[in-house]
């Protein structure tokens, strides 16, 4: 079974450019996180969804970022706009357990603001 | 607001001995505390978890216990090896709610030393 795949591995930016950064989840999974993982701390919540809807997007800076799966399964988050602050790791997690929500993680986009 | 609370943030530990990683909670309503394992270029992985019905876990040389009175759970490794050494992210979720909201602590880094 394949895992979750993440796209780009790697971006570098000047603040005020725009990344997109594309996750497909493992097959099966209807549920599907994006998470931002600043260097040395945890991973934060940015949305998830269920299925196409989003099911909590609050921690989202929704000025700047944006979120989509429109068919259910892939995503993409998008960041308008660049800020050195937005430099982090982006972590997208999938999930199919009802009773505790397993997340499997794929290996991240790693994104500099210079 | 941290929710989670992670100590050490790093520790190292000879080869063999036991490492112990605590992490604390504020929110009473949690109950269910993943512990995950991630390797430097990798996503978090889940290594073991426990439901707040249970005080300890136990799988292989890794077993977490629970104190809910206390808010505190812990992470045991014995026999610790080279190969353990990762950063280790404690988490905590209400799983009742069907949202399954991770919070996660910054960390501990690990480092076992041969």
């Known amino acids: 079974e394949a895992g979750v795949t993440q796209s780009p591995r790697y971006a570098v930016l000047q603040e005020g450019q725009a990344v997109s950064f594309w996750c497909d989840p493992i097959?099966?999974?209807?549920?599907l996180y994006w998470y931002q993982q600043p260097r040395d701390q945890g991973p934060q919540l940015l949305v998830y969804f269920r299925d196409e809807a989003v099911i909590d997007n609050s921690q989202l800076p929704s000025d700047r970022f944006s979120a989509v799966r429109p068919k259910g399964t892939n995503s993409t988050l998008k960041i308008q706009s660049a800020k050195q602050g937005d430099t982090a790791t982006y972590l997208c997690?999938?999930?199919?357990?009802?009773?505790?929500?397993?997340?499997?993680f794929g290996e991240g986009s790693k994104l500099t603001v210079l | 607001q941290q929710q989670v609370r992670q100590s050490p943030q790093s520790l190292t530990v000879w080869e063999g001995g036991t490492t112990v990683l605590t992490c604390s909670y504020e929110?009473?309503?949690?109950?269910?505390f993943p512990w995950y394992q991630q390797f430097p270029g990798e996503g978090p992985a889940l290594l073991i978890s426990i439901l707040s019905v249970s005080d300890k876990k136990e799988d292989g040389r890794f077993t977490t216990f629970f104190n809910k009175r206390e808010k505190k759970l812990s992470l045991h490794i014995i026999d610790s090896q080279p190969g353990d050494s990762a950063t280790y992210f404690c988490?905590?979720?209400?799983?009742?709610?069907?949202?399954?909201?991770?919070?996660f602590g910054a960390g501990t880094r690990l480092k076992v030393i041969a």
């Open positions: 097959s099966g999974h209807d549920t």
């Open positions: 929110d009473s309503t949690f109950n269910y």
């Open positions: 997690a999938s999930s199919r357990d009802r009773n505790t929500g397993q997340l499997y």
């Open positions: 988490a905590a979720s209400n799983v009742n709610t069907g949202n399954y909201k991770y919070v």
